[in-house]
């Protein structure tokens, strides 16, 4: 049931921070968000609108990074000729997501502000050292993409702010790879595993209440059994804590050894 | 008694004409097609964007109607299954090739697999089986076991029955 | 030679269907309805101690609330075989999710905001939710008081009395000594098979729109049965049938689910209540609180010899039918008919058990009865010939029961060849099997059924060729998607020798059509088939007898050829010519009626035995227990296939709600409350989860009585698809489990591989 | 429907009637879960009310509790039942929980078991999410206890 709202559209920045500075809900495709009121589960009282906001859309590259603005459709993202030259584990997540209409009508700052754990994105976007950019009335500022996602459906972003874009590195990147598997509507496990000049990073999502991580400076350094056994799987209808955990072994080794083939 | 919603004008292209209508704000788009505007062509099935019964599209992409304001289409274009057909009644190549290969049986999922199929071919005008089938992961039949309507993609495409190139 | 039977016409529905014109029940509107929103229990077993519907009477645009209360001058319970189905809930809720009040008003909006503040206040009493729940000593009583006969008791189903328990039905079913035979058996083979509570998803909700016109109630629902529904909405009013009308427009999906009696009453009664048009549309959710189909653990033991001859078979079958008997009295009984498979089984014993419990109640579902006992039976018979180093088609085929064979003592005895059936099913699906490479491990799988289907030979049809030679078929039979509007003119139009185009059809309404019992029971093609083609041949012969009239001729000597008569000295004259020549105006038309019922070639029971041959071919991946299903085959032994792409078309539907339930689908109860009640965490078959080659197979040997030698089709390709993936599993991981429980989950594969038990 | 149980203890060097004193101050425990707001005697060591709320990301869980004493005995055991509905999520809250504080050679042995459930919309989207969050709630709980009575 939805209840009462009341609703603006921005067409600028300026008003989408205006609107949220006064306590109103930013949405662009509303999959997650609009589900959610529909059932009932949550009830905001002012919703802003900001599909209209053509700075918060598209993706713009330089030499060192690729810029993704938070309201891109994923599809979008999956279709950019330059995400899939440099960024091809991001064009595969990107195309994975729900289905197609999710993947138009959803973008890629709704997915990681909603934040429910069961997501491709946020482990595809640790492993791959993004960063956030935020924006209030008050100013801007930075986070990192491991550190943005505290708990499940819970980022580190306050009421009034809104993510602007997501800045992925791209100058030294090796290898990137996402290996996932999914049981349910959403994915089961995701495993994210990029290696750059500066050192590799392995990122299991999906799995656990949260994503988890862990940086080595090669390949050889990641150890299959003990990123297993850090997660804290979250039982749900795609199984139990030990399955999850087994399968998070499984998808590890399956990404290690897919690294030491191009390694070789 | 009067409803206790705002309601708001929202006015916006259908199927190429243009049309206007005053909803509730919460009024989902599915909803101001079907009850208020008539076009009950559009289903409401699984309501929770996993089914696809109820795609249409926005500005030229698949949307799912059930979850999507209304008041969001303001401006916007919107086809649905009833502009498939042209104004004489003939059938798109799309229409006729579902009829061709039997690719509907109760018929209740069959203007959200045509809209998919539209939006598809629009994105890629040759797909491979594989392609179509992926592309379906959205769309629920529950009838037909989903070969019939892979089928008919393929052969609206201009595969016909050879199944298209590669998997 | 046929010229439109046993081909692929077009579907007539497909125009109306591709461009959105289709008419649904949830697409009526009626002048100045209004709608209903449901009030539902949040408890799964308690005593309703008040109701307080205040706050949503004096909601915004409300025109009524109603509860059980103001239902007292009716007679308002329902359910055709035991009549234990309150229109909304008296004095005690028996699920969660149990109507409990409706609430009227202008918009679904408001009438849905207006529900959400009605306040129960409960005394709860512990809840029955599972099998052993129902059956222990000393356990809570989910019906305390003895239910009248329904309506519609089936033919071989009488409801017993079991007051005091909460076993609902019984039946038994035994011949031989089975044992002294297990006592002799050289191998007795024990399974144990759970089969889970499955949703059929109808992608149409369920639907009513109610009113009164001139005093008498109309109903426009999503049914199978609109005759059926008629008989119990009068019985409800306490009115005659002539004062109830229902009809069907398309129906979203059937299989079974939207048999019977489901929402119909509630929207009669809101229509009854405000004088209003009244729809009632439920969300999937609320559908999937309205019924599901039974699940079951059934225990079997077969006693082999060494060479795999069956010597004795001995079932138990537990259902879990939920809170209400619906129609599961009767699809218990099918359940003992179907579980042991068409083998000739010289010691057969049966036990069946049907068990209220506090969950969603049970009814029919596609198969009704056979995919439950099947798992356990078939499964069964591939252990076995594991166990003894038998090739699985070998022991099958060493055990089938030939055409002719009586497979139940004084019924029609078996119209079908199974054995060349399995070897069809066979050829295909060992044809060129794939080479895999760890950690995938590959198997095929299969089994067969019979079910003695047709439901009751109960059937009228009329035929009218009207004064332009063209023609109107009528029949009470439903259009849910089965392709029974097109089947059913096809037949018209080869009897009349007409192009498709000039047969139109008119079907399931009560007031517009002649009766028909059901749409179920895959019969509509046989018996409705019939009683059509009767009609039109009666149509026909009153059109010969017009034209001999006006020729003065014999109606020997007038002969239909082509579409047109033709008589004594060249005389020809198309249809249309000569109804308008014998009522001398432009006007007019021949009528003719076609009956079925248990009579001639009708009267042996059943109608015809509905064969189910069928297997898979499936990866297992060894590492994380994921399924998937590379090739499917199904054999439809149909005796003829009317519309050849309509009959596979509901092989592969058919099939593919069984791969649903064989490896994904599952309702759960955690406590009282279904837990996944969404399409979200109830995952059916994708277009992405098809298997890549698939061989839909039609045996047509004319043996059927139906039309042209056609039998029923469309359930039979689902009943072995359950103990197909469970054997085909077993063969690729090698791990033969003697308890056995679907859907096989990647996680219960895993733990199969593993002998790992849940970890939950 | 979710439910759960629990049952954790430690022992304190406070006496039995310290900790009964601490462990029965309603207001003074409300403060030790961030979930419970105000609590209401109604009557004491009988019947009281609590207002709770919950909040994962945008979803919001809002009830208003009531809680009956069921079992007591100054100072070493209490048993109570609490229990509410949040109606615009469509769901209810049950909580069987006890108190036993047992003397052990002049420490206090406390413990703490008890059963919940969540009924309704929210169990049907996060029974393994609820259950996380009740283990979070208790420890929370029980380290504040711990570090009252220590």
Redesign the interface.
Known sequence: MITRFEHQRATTVEQALAAVASGAVPYVGGTELLAAMKLGLTAPERLVDLKQVGELRGVRSDDDSITIGAATPHAEVAASLIVRERLPMLANVTSVIGNPRVRWQGTVGGNLCFAEPRSDLIPALIALRARLRLRSQEGGRGVDMESFVSAPFTVDRRDDELLVDVVIPTGDLLFQQYHRLQIMERPTVGVALVGAATGWRLCVGAAGYIPSWHDAPTPGGFDADAVADAIEPMEDAAGAADYKRDLVRTLVSRALSGARKVDS | ??????S?RVQFTLNGRSVASVV?????LVELL??HLG???????????????C?VLVDG????AC???A??V?DASVQ???G??APDGS?SPL?QA???E?A????????GF?M?AT??LQENASPTRRE?????????C?????????QAVLSAAGHGAEGGHG? | MSRIVGKPVARVDARAKVTGAAVYTVDVVRPGMVHAAIVRSERAHAFIRSIDTTEAAGSPDVIGVFTAEHLRHLDPYYGHIIRDHPVLAVDKVRFMGEPIAIVVASTRLTARAAAATVTVEYEDLEPVIGIDDAVRDGAPLVHESRYRRGTGVAWETVPDDHLGTNVAHEAHLEWGDVEAALGAADLTVRTTGTYPMLYAYAMEPYAAVAEYRGGQLHVVSSTQHPFMVRAELARIFQVPHSQVQVEAPYVGGGYGSKSWTKVEPLAAVAAHLTGRAVRIGLTVEEAMLTTRADSARVIVSTGLTSDGAIMARDFQVDFNTGAYADSSPSILDKAVHRCFGPYRIPNLRIHARLLYTNTVPASSYRGFGAPQGNLAGEYNLDHAAHKLGIDPGQLRRRNLAAKGDELLPKRRPLDADVAADLDLLLTSLQRDPPQVDAPYRYGIGFGCSASDAGAFPTSTAMVRIGPDGSVLVSSGAVEIGQGSATVLSQIVAEELGLPMDAVAIAQSSTIATPFERTTNGSRTTTLVGLAVLRAAQAALADLRRMAAEVWSCGIDLVVASDGALCGPDGRAAGYGDVVTSWFGIDGGEAIGIGIVRPEGETKAMPPFWEIGVAGVGLLVDGETGQVRVERLATVGDVGFAINPAAMEGQDLGAATQGLGAALAEQLEYDGGQLTNPNLVDYRVPRSTDMPSIIDTILAQRQDGVGPYGAKGGGEGSLNPIGGAVMSAIARATGVWPDDVELPMTPERVWRLMRGSPDGR | MTSGSFERQFETLRTAEECWAVLTDVDRMAGWVGIVGQVITRTPLVAYGASLEDRMGPFRLRADLDIRVTEREVPARIRFRASGQDRQVGSRLTVDAGMQLVPNAGRTIVRFDGTYSVEGRVATLGGPMIRHKADAILDQFLSRAEEELR
């Open positions: 008694m009067t409803s206790p919603y705002q708001r509730p704000l919460p009024t989902m079907r009850d076009h009950s062509g559009t289903k409401v099935s699984c309501d929770t964007q996993v089914c696809g019964a795609t992409h698949p949307v799912s979850t999507y304001l008041i969001d303001d649905s299954v009833e498939l057909a059938l229409q579902f009829i061709d039997f509907l049986q109760c018929g209740f999922c069959t203007p045509l998919m939006a598809l179509i089938v992926e592309y379906f992961e959205g769309n629920i529950r009838c037909s076991g989903y070969r019939p309507i892979v998997e």
